[in-house]
């Protein structure tokens, strides 16, 4: 049998939730020889979630470093990338989403005529700013891809609606859902889940870079008024890396005792505090997916969202980051109880748990 080769391109822990997954996937199957390279650019974040799925990378780039910034990703990658590609000659590099990781992988495949398949393609907001850098990463990566996986139909139609071969899209479903067969456990307890089990648990998590500064203030001061004001309720914040979200958050969010600001969980903890919330409150991407799934609300603290099925289907509400709006919103679901029904009960747009398999039968159909 001719086997294909298949390297598959990842660095961030949002990344590897989602391409882990997969990569077992094309793993159980004669048709492929999979290489995994993971460029590094999450570290520890990224080594829990390759622990959980027991997956070795063949190749680590290792290109984290402290206060890096975009040029350092971006520069270190396609510098290191490239020895990678050459060695391994692969048929096709799978790359995911909109990461810096995603888009120099694709570049460096681009300029050495390897041919890409990007999954979870087709997300749009149109505004190259919102979220940074991460729409002009898709963007720029639909230009040179051959495969698109996109997870739903209305990724589908941005892409034919840009030009892109429609015999080049296939719609798959988002692997993400995919990934809680591994993580989803109906026994897990935790010590914070007690802790909150007498309360509505409330998770949030807020990073996103466009937000730092006065929206971040502005999102977790409207955060905090209602933790003030609702003594019923519980939140845990799983805190990012970044000193600037760090400082800003223990400055604003001190002084009540019913607000845990905890180090980032690994996947299998994040996704069981997920399903044990009552709401999420989040700017990030992959929970705005992950969330629906779990029939869980989601106020999104962004003035846009590449995932708007996730509005259309009732189950996420965009809330931007004033603080008066954030407030409102969040008092809403906590006040309103057919309000949170309606969106508790809200139909998952993004896949029913088999994407992989789609994309693996699609590769061996199509390479």
């Known amino acids: 049998m001719n086997r294909k080769k298949v390297l598959t391109v990842f660095g961030t822990r949002p990344e590897a939730i989602k391409m882990c997954p997969l990569v077992k996937e094309l793993k159980t199957r004669e048709s492929f020889n999979v290489v995994v390279c993971v460029t590094g650019q999450h570290k520890e974040m990224l080594a829990s979630v390759l622990e959980v799925f027991e997956i070795v990378p063949d190749y680590d780039l290792a290109i984290m470093k402290d206060k890096q910034t975009l040029f350092d990703v971006t520069v270190n990658i396609l510098e290191r990338i490239k020895d990678v590609l050459e060695k391994e000659k692969p048929d096709i590099v799978l790359v995911h989403g909109d990461t810096s ?14 041919p890409v398949g990007h999954v979870e393609a087709g997300l749009r907001t149109y505004n190259i700013h919102s979220p940074f850098p991460e729409e002009f990463n ?18 589908k139609k941005h892409l034919v609606t840009e030009g892109k071969n429609i015999d080049k899209i296939y719609v ?21 889940l007690d802790w ?4 509505k648990l409330i998770v949030i998590t807020a990073h996103r870079r466009e937000n730092l500064g006065e929206p971040m203030v502005n999102m977790f001061k409207a ?41 980032p969980l690994d996947v299998i903890d ?41 509005i259309a289907a009732g189950t996420l509400k965009l809330v931007g980051t004033n603080e008066e709006t954030i407030y409102k919103a969040f008092k809403e679901l906590l ?17 029913d748990g088999h994407a992989s398999e789609r994309i693996a039968k699609l590769l061996e159909e199509k390479l």
């Not at 798959?172 to 010590?191: L, M, Q, W």
């Not at 990012?240 to 600001?261: C, F, Q, S, W, Y």
């Open 172 to 192: 798959t479903g988002n692997t993400v859902i995919d990934a809680f067969k591994t993580t989803i456990r109906e026994n897990y307890s935790h010590p914070l």
């Open 101 to 114: 990781t995603t888009f120099v992988t694709a570049l460096a495949c681009f300029y050495l005529g390897i």
């Open 270 to 310: 994040f996704h069981n505090f997920l399903n044990a919330s009552h709401l999420i409150i989040t700017d990030s991407g992959g929970i705005q997916e992950e969330a629906p799934s779990l029939g869980k609300p989601v106020l999104v603290m962004r003035d846009t969202t590449e995932r708007p099925e996730g």
């Open 335 to 351: 006040t309103n109880k057919e309000e949170y029904e309606k969106m508790a009960r809200a139909n998952n747009p993004y896949g």
């Open 138 to 155: 898709r963007q720029a990566v639909s230009i040179i891809s051959e495969f698109n996986f996109a997870p739903t139909e209305l990724a």
């Open 223 to 263: 955060i905090k008024r209602i933790m003030d004001e609702f003594s019923d309720i519980k939140a845990i914040y799983p805190i990012h890396m970044n000193p600037v979200v760090r400082a800003t958050a223990n400055e604003v969010l001190k002084g009540n005792d019913r607000i845990k600001i905890i180090d």
């Open 196 to 199: 909150a089990s007498d309360s």
